[in-house]
């Protein structure tokens, strides 16, 4: 049997006892999470998300690459085509963790300089080993975009893969009406 035949079946189950018809397609919590990829940190499993509640983009080290940033913007604009020009500030949360294997791809740095589009010498910035100062930098990024700034409240947290909790690196308060 391979993996596919497996998860196939495992699907089968799904639609006949979790799958929800009629979800409409922007979550619930009115959220967006920029993860990581590594199977460690599944957001749905360590946030206790359900099913239509979070839109969550993933990537290598969960970081707001200049390809990461393109997408959050154009899902800010997906927002305000389905709800007008009075969309609702939606939260958008920057969720990195220790021990991501990002950081084994730092030498030679031209590999990381590629992926997050800069020179070499300014990978340093990127604070690649240190998550916390990741989030940071990463949050700081996304609230520099104006459409992204405009349409959502951006915090950070970072997951630790050995104890299994998140921690709040960097929050934004709401906006007072």
């Not at 189950?13 to 979790?18: A, E, I, M, N, P």
């Not at 916390?132 to 915090?155: G, H, K, N, Y």
């Amino acid at each position: 049997m391979t993996v596919v035949d497996t998860l196939t079946q495992r699907n089968e189950q799904f639609s006949r006892t979790g799958f929800r018809p009629g979800l409409w397609m922007l979550p619930t919590l009115r959220s967006v999470l920029l993860g990581c990829v590594d199977p460690r940190v599944d957001p749905a499993h360590v946030l206790g998300v359900d099913t239509g509640e979070l839109a969550v983009i993933r990537n290598v080290g969960g970081r707001a690459t200049p390809d990461a940033i393109a997408e959050i913007a154009l899902l800010a604009r997906l927002t305000r085509t389905l709800l007008a020009e009075h969309a609702p500030v939606a939260d958008l949360i920057v969720m990195q963790h220790t021990d991501c294997g990002i950081t084994r791809l730092q030498d030679p740095p031209e590999q990381l300089a590629d992926y997050f589009h800069v020179d070499p010498a300014a990978l340093p910035d990127k604070h690649v080993a240190d998550p916390r100062a990741a989030v940071d930098a990463d949050v700081s990024a996304l609230r520099a975009v104006p459409e992204i700034a405009t349409a959502f409240r951006v915090s950070g947290i970072v997951y630790d893969v050995e104890t299994g909790r998140v921690d709040l690196v960097t929050a934004q308060p709401a906006p007072t009406p």
